[in-house]
């Protein structure tokens, strides 16, 4: 063992001391470690990582930091298996989230949770384990300020919408909340969930999501297209998700369309009400891996809803909707716009499923054609990391 190690081992030791300022050096110092040596906190049966469960519910500040170094030691499996079993620790992270009250001291009350969009970064990490299904049945004391829902996942929901821009707590925008969301569609009744109606509404909590795919907050339209993305991967009937109450086509579309986009009359015609006519402010999505993930979404669609419509002996119904949406002359000029090789690739493989017999016939198409690949795990694998 190196004399650093033998060190930072030490001073591992001293996150579950008695005096609050030495907790609070031990972690401000140990934070940097927490990526290149994480096998630091590992010893004595994962003894410092049971020190710093218990830290979030410190001081501000070190709370923050033990949320820091846990969101970074997330990525190792043990970690991740102490952190997302263990239900008291799960409730402790969405009792933070959902109160927009972190301490209560004699007759003053701090109305603010500091470091709530540390909580959401965690949780997001979280849910890359499977044992975070349970969330999907977990019910909870309800949060008036929220919602009057006792389910945990109505609560977290109603937060991502009412926290975005901090208007639910001025000190957290809650959009790694989004990521939550985007790793959960993996289970069938969360897919379920998240398009069906509830009793409180009249419509399933996806509609209120699709709109943040054009938010200002890059993390937040990321992990909407994320969202939306692996929905048309899982979804058991994905036609449905191009129909009413869901209609997800505009949303996936709009943020493809750049400024002023030069559509003849006739071509006008042929887009959707929402997409017509849209001018100098209408601003494209810049972020490549935010495109590629709107035209996965779109090719899933195509694909799978053609299978679920020729099973049913009704042709291809995914192919017709989509098309029949001018999405053909959306991706044309996003072909012409944006020179990543990716997006471009998106685009074409896209085309060969809309026009493909059309190209046979020698009408106009986009770029080459290029082979139709799997769709491959993306960004959302990824785990948060905060250095």
Known sequence: MSLLTQGLTKLVEFLHHGNTQIRQI??????????????????????PIKDLKLLIKDY?????????????????????KLLAEDDAFLESLLSRLTHNKAHTTGESQNPKEPNANDFAMLLANMAKSDSIARLQSLRRPAVPALTSSAIALDQLIELFNKGANGGYNAAADYDYLGYVFADMVKFPPFVTYLTTA????????????????????????????????????????PLSLLAPPVSLLSYLLLPLIGPDPPFTD????????????????????????????????????????DV???KAGKGREGKRVVKEAGTYLVIRELHLGVEDEGVREGC????????????????????????VEDVEEDDEEKIVEIF
Do not use: W
């Not at 031990?26 to 003894?47: D, M, R």
């Not at 501000?60 to 991740?80: C, D, G, H, W």
């Not at 601003?283 to 090719?299: H, Q």
């Open 308 to 310: 679920e419509s020729e």
């Open 60 to 80: 501000p500040p070190i709370a923050k930091n033990a949320l820091t170094i846990l969101i970074n030691l997330s990525s190792e499996k043990a970690v991740l």
């Open 348 to 371: 074409e493989r896209l085309v060969d499923v809309l026009m493909g017999e059309e190209m046979e016939r020698g009408e106009e198409k986009v770029g080459d054609s290029s082979a």
């Open 26 to 47: 031990a972690a401000e110092n140990l934070v940097p470690y927490s990526k290149n040596f994480p096998s630091i906190f590992q010893s004595g049966q994962c003894t």
């Open 198 to 237: 509830g009793n409180s509404s009249a419509l399933p909590p996806i509609c209120s999501l699709t709109a943040f795919i054009t938010h200002p907050s890059p993390p937040r339209r990321l992990a909407t297209s994320l969202l939306l993305r692996n929905l048309a991967l899982s979804h058991p009937t």
């Open 266 to 305: 006739e071509e006008t015609e042929q887009l959707l009400p929402e997409l017509q006519y849209l001018g100098s402010e209408q601003v494209r999505e810049s972020n490549v891996d935010i495109l590629k993930g709107l035209l996965e979404a779109l090719y899933l669609l195509v694909t799978r809803g």
